[in-house]
């Protein structure tokens, strides 16, 4: 970790703006259906009232094709003034002469959300000129979103050159852990990896492999290597491109890398399942599908799992949604839960299970970077990060007044 974080740092009546990750599930009425990032949010913006901060929040939402009203953020300004029983004010643009005036009228401690910066196709541009019209509106750039730091956008890389630049609590909570299990992870050290594809994920279990004591695949993830291990996995979600790297992995991983040795399958009419041995799949009908792990697996998973001290969940072990394939992900979570262990949950899909099952609290931390998670976790170099570490060092040549 080397960016410069809030402690010690003076804020007071200062414009603070916070790129923060709001980009939060939402229904076909724009409704939110899982605040989990916005609740997130919440300690970065208690700590800057406390500090009396003007705080001007920043936030994309979905994929806009430019201004889209179902992704504006009224609904979100409304929930987080809900959560933090005070009001979050709205403009409905994030530059320019609107903004700028209503950031005049901030008192310190008052909040003030911006409209969806990917109105703007200047953000996932990078554009320098653009990040100068954000950068008009602050004093002090805080990022506090992983989740967006793999991205060169405005928002979170061009205007770290721009402003006096921080990580925020969150954002430093997120590199803490992950630095932990990528450098120094307390042994035993497993991991656990499902999901639907391999693909984004190989350059994760090829990085972690030497760390680990174990590495559990499930998911349809992992019919991709039983497929590379010669096992027809018949209808089953393999990605057939990427068998040459799962042979790969699998010579790699040798006795560390654990792979499913039964699953549940779904019928091609979807109207019955079976518990087969892997090696039997296609003893069923040719449509078949693996759908989650077995009870075999369960127990095998579990046996590598009972000593842990750090654990990294990436992924759920089934179709988690459809109670027939559920028991899998909530047994292995179940277990993973009644550690004495640092636990650590990751990924979109992961944390919906975890809420899912109501096991949000077994976990020492739940992470919400998603893909930029599985680019950290793989090693690589991410701009939001990179952007400020050059940050510090230009702050520091500087001796920048809000250095102490």
């Known amino acids: 970790m080397d960016f410069l974080t809030l402690r010690n740092v003076n804020l007071q009546g200062k414009r603070v703006l916070v790129r923060v990750d709001y980009n939060v599930a939402i229904d076909n009425d724009g409704n939110i259906t899982d605040d989990t990032r916005i609740r997130n949010s919440v300690p970065t913006i208690k700590l800057l009232q406390q500090k009396g901060a003007k705080i001007i929040l920043l936030s994309h939402l979905g994929r806009p ?22 009001e979050v004010r709205k403009v409905d643009d994030c530059v320019g002469t609107a903004a700028e005036l209503v950031v005049a009228t901030l008192a310190n401690t008052d909040i003030l959300m911006l409209e969806n910066i ?3 196709p200047e ?22 979103a992983l989740a967006v730091s793999h991205r060169s956008h405005a928002s979170v890389s061009a205007i770290a050159h721009l402003l006096p630049s921080y990580g925020g609590p969150l954002l430093e909570q997120e590199v803490h852990y992950f630095e932990k299990v990528i450098k120094e992870p307390e042994s035993p050290f497993v991991v656990v990896i499902g999901g639907a594809k391999i693909s984004d994920k190989i350059g994760v279990i090829l990085n972690l492999l030497p760390k680990v004591n ?23 979600l393999v990605e057939m491109d990427k068998l040459a790297y799962a042979i790969n992995l699998l010579a790699e991983g040798g006795d560390k890398l654990i792979i499913p040795i ?10 019955s399942t079976s518990i087969v041995d892997v090696s039997d799949i296609t003893s069923l009908d040719e449509g078949s599908k693996a759908k989650d792990i077995g009870p075999k697996t369960v127990e095998l998973f579990k046996s590598k799992l009972e000593n842990a001290s750090t654990v990294l969940l990436a992924g759920p072990l ?48 739940l992470s919400t970077a998603g893909g930029a998670m599985l680019e950290f976790l793989e090693g690589k170099k991410l701009p939001g990060l990179e952007a400020l570490e050059q940050a510090k060092r230009r702050m520091m040549i500087e001796g920048h007044a809000y250095i102490s």
């Open 65 to 86: 094709k430019g201004r889209e009203p179902k992704l504006m953020l009224d609904k979100i300004a409304y929930h987080l003034s809900d959560l933090l029983k005070h």
């Open 118 to 120: 990917r109105f703007h």
């Open 214 to 236: 174990y590495l559990l695949v499930g998911g349809a993830t992992a019919n991709t290597l039983l497929q590379a291990k010669g096992i027809d996995m018949a209808a089953s």
């Open 262 to 271: 039964d699953v549940v399958t779904e019928s091609a009419n979807g109207a």
């Open 318 to 365: 089934g179709l988690f949604e459809d109670y027939r394939f559920s028991d899998g992900t909530l047994k292995i979570i179940q277990a993973i839960g009644e550690l004495n262990a640092t636990k650590i949950a990751g990924g979109g899909d992961t944390l919906a299970a975890v809420s899912f099952f109501k096991m949000q609290n077994k976990f020492t931390f």
């Open 123 to 144: 953000e996932e541009k990078n554009d320098l000129e653009f990040a100068r019209m954000l950068a008009r509106l602050a004093d002090i750039y805080i990022n506090d």
